[in-house]
């Protein structure tokens, strides 16, 4: 992310999936899931699409039997930071490394018309930001992306997306949002609650004792 | 004027935070070993331990063979790799003091079958964990719901939630069912009518007359695939039937029993409660359901004809197309043209005992097709397991050419050597047919315990009301 004057700016060139209903499966497949770490899943993702073979955690890009028409495979979008797709995107599985796999291969933005609740909360605690957009809005973009290879510029702290002359306004709610700019760390917040937590806890224990055995 | 949903939120809500958020206090967190690694290692780092040791329970699930027969541990697990996440559980656990079900106690099983069963899941109760099928709680009545491996960091080192509220959404099942239709028939039909985003932003209330006549394992199908239908909450309030369910299971003494019970007579939701969203669907229309594509709304009676794109509407099309495509129909059009290669029952939506009775039912006496290579029957649990032996199940199945296997989540994903080879086509008992979900590009067709014996038999979709 980079910032300018005018705030934090995602911008590139926009990679494309013309489906619904992505699933967690498909970002990720359950092989990858194997891992214990945090990073380094930037090879799996859409791993069923980006390849023509079966993988192996371990197993690299380099070592695999590449499917040159996936997106993702082609020049410029092997680059790109900003993904458009259509409806509930994220649906499925919980799994973080669905969004672990996207920060990994460095898409910063996913633009698309409806998410799955557990994906998009997710997002934003490693720093990629789902974007909603209205269906014709993405009906736009898709045609656009058609006719060139397409160019976006997120400005998040303005909520809006820029392409040539139009604007495109997205909502997101702010605390979500400064997760992204500020990095910030939902543990560190949590625990200056501790006190009210402990009194909470306190009047449960008599209150609801069964919860405790 | 509050439904179910309202009650629990205030039951459980600590503060808000100055961000508008909600800090939810968490009751149970069930932990296994896929998601929890990466938040062990981030308590490890903060410097943190788990803030109330009693509320974790853990059990390896995902990644454990099912042919484990006598003094099988974690090191035995062939593959590498999914050893040294079931080894990790194992450390951490044992680092923190966490409770956990290993892979050679006879209660371990899928975490959202041991749970209910040994008495963990209570109703009016708070549960997260690092899993979608965390709904199937809801079923006795809890706040119920899938989270993220951060969120298991965050519930460990702070007993909480950040959340906020959702919006509330009634689906009530009226009428009665037939001999051949199960709740799965009846969460997939529902899947089917509102689509599987048709439960974002939702927690979904399940009542009604159908809802009162199940029983609570049932209930907890319903649930479970609430989040296939987009809610990550799924709930059903709790009556005498759940009560009586959770006093078979429960560790409380009779004191402590007794005076819970009255407070889960309180759960439900008021006479006048506001939902946002209100469905009523009347299950005596409900026949048997299969999946014929790539997402469970993706959903027909046994005896429809698969859509192609010509009888598609135009935002469809594509979708109807590739899933034609990665499911391999070309000209046949019924799903009893289909030929079917394996048959898994099993999984956190199917594998408690009643399941197998179910199916049991259908193939006593009876042999597998010839073109079924495999059929296996996982059972949820260990308990579950032991129930079915006692009760010569396991006999039945074997007999008919099925192979009875150890609890884990086995052929519903695949991370453990159960898995579907490219092309294969399987009945199957679970909760998701995405691509690849069973194994690289295996197909899966969705449907219950009782449609998948009866592929098992016949070798295709047949028609129960024929058999």
Redesign the interface.
């Known amino acids: 992310m980079k910032s300018n004057s005018e705030g934090l700016i995602i911008d590139g060139v926009v990679a494309y999936i013309?489906?619904?209903?992505i699933?967690t499966?498909?970002i990720i497949?359950?092989?990858y899931?194997?891992?214990?770490?945090?990073f380094g899943f930037e090879d799996y993702l859409f791993d069923?699409w980006r390849y023509k073979d079966?993988g192996k955690?371990?197993v690299t890009k380099d070592e695999r039997v590449i499917d040159e028409n996936f997106i993702l495979n082609k020049n410029p979008f092997n680059e790109s930071k900003i993904l458009l797709t259509r409806?509930?995107f994220g649906?499925?599985?919980?799994?973080?490394?669905a969004?672990w796999a996207l920060r990994d291969f460095g898409i910063k933005a996913v633009i698309a018309s409806?998410?799955?609740?557990?994906f998009y909360?997710?997002s934003f605690?490693?720093g990629v930001l789902p974007i909603k957009l209205e269906k014709q809005e993405i009906d736009f973009l898709f045609d656009q992306t058609q006719q060139k290879v397409l160019e976006l510029s997120i400005n998040l702290q303005k909520k809006e997306i820029n392409y040539g002359e139009k604007t495109i306004s997205f909502h997101v709610?702010?605390?979500l949002l400064?997760r992204i700019i500020y990095g910030l760390d939902?543990?560190d917040?949590?625990?200056k609650?501790?006190d009210?937590?402990l009194d909470?806890?306190m009047t449960?224990v008599e209150e609801?004792?069964?919860?405790?055995? | 004027m509050k439904t179910l949903y309202d009650k629990l939120w205030e039951e459980h809500h600590v503060t808000q935070l100055d961000s508008g958020e909600s800090l939810l206090y968490i009751d149970r967190h069930y932990l296994h070993e896929v998601t929890s690694p990466q938040a062990f290692e981030g308590l490890i780092k903060k410097n943190l331990k788990p803030w109330r040791l009693n509320a974790n329970i853990a059990t390896p699930d995902h990644n454990v063979p099912t042919t484990r027969g006598n003094n099988f541990n974690s090191e035995s697990i062939t593959d590498e790799i999914s050893k040294i996440q079931v080894v990790e559980l194992d450390k951490n656990c044992n680092k923190f003091g966490i409770k956990q079900f290993d892979i050679e106690s006879n209660k371990q099983g899928i975490v959202h079958v041991i749970g209910p069963e040994l008495g963990f899941t209570i109703p009016g109760m708070t549960i997260v964990c690092g899993d979608s099928h965390t709904s199937t709680h809801g079923a006795l009545g809890c706040l119920a719901m899938g989270i993220g491996t951060s969120e298991v960091e965050h519930v460990l080192a702070t007993q909480c939630l950040k959340v906020s509220k959702l919006k509330n959404m009634n689906v009530r099942f009226e009428g009665e069912v037939d001999e051949h239709v199960s709740s799965k028939d009846i969460v997939l039909y529902l899947i089917g009518q509102i689509g599987t985003a048709g439960g974002t932003g939702y927690a979904i209330e399940f009542s009604g007359s159908y809802i009162s006549s199940i029983s609570v394992e049932g209930r907890m199908t319903i649930c479970n695939m609430a989040i296939e239908a987009g809610a990550k909450v799924g709930l059903i309030a709790p009556d005498n039937k759940t009560i009586e369910y959770v006093k078979s299971k429960s560790f409380l003494d009779d004191d402590t029993f007794n005076q819970a019970k009255e407070y889960w007579k309180t759960l439900k939701s008021d006479d006048d409660a506001k939902f946002d969203k209100e469905i009523t669907i009347d299950v005596s229309k409900i026949k048997p359901q299969v999946t014929w594509g790539t997402s469970p709304e993706m959903v027909l009676n046994y005896d429809e004809s698969i859509p192609t794109v010509f009888d598609t509407k135009d935002e469809n099309k594509k979708n109807v197309e590739l899933a034609r495509d990665y499911m391999g129909i070309e000209n046949e059009t019924k799903l009893s043209d289909l030929t079917f290669d394996k048959v898994f029952i099993g999984s956190c939506t199917n594998s408690r005992i009643e399941d197998l009775r179910q199916a049991a039912e259908i193939v006593k006496g009876k042999t597998i097709a010839s073109n079924i290579s495999e059929a296996i029957v996982v059972p949820g649990s260990g308990l579950v397991k032991e129930q079915a032996e006692n009760e010569g199940l396991d006999k039945v199945f074997t007999d008919a050419g099925f192979i009875w296997r150890d609890p884990g989540c086995s052929m519903c994903l695949g991370m453990n050597p159960d898995q579907l080879k490219p092309y294969e086509r399987c009945a199957s008992t679970s909760n998701r047919n995405f691509e690849g979900r069973q194994g690289y590009l295996g197909r899966t067709h969705l449907m219950s315990p009782i449609m998948a014996a009866y592929t098992a038999i016949i070798g295709t979709i047949g028609d129960p009301y024929e058999i």
Request: charged content about 45%.
């Open positions: 013309d489906r619904d209903n699933d499966d498909q497949p359950t092989e899931l194997k891992s214990i770490k945090k069923g079966d955690l371990g409806d509930n649906c499925g599985s919980s799994r973080e490394h969004v409806s998410f799955g609740d557990i909360n997710n605690k490693n709610e702010k605390h400064d939902d543990v917040i949590t625990l609650e501790k009210k937590i909470f806890e449960r609801r004792p069964w919860i405790f055995k």
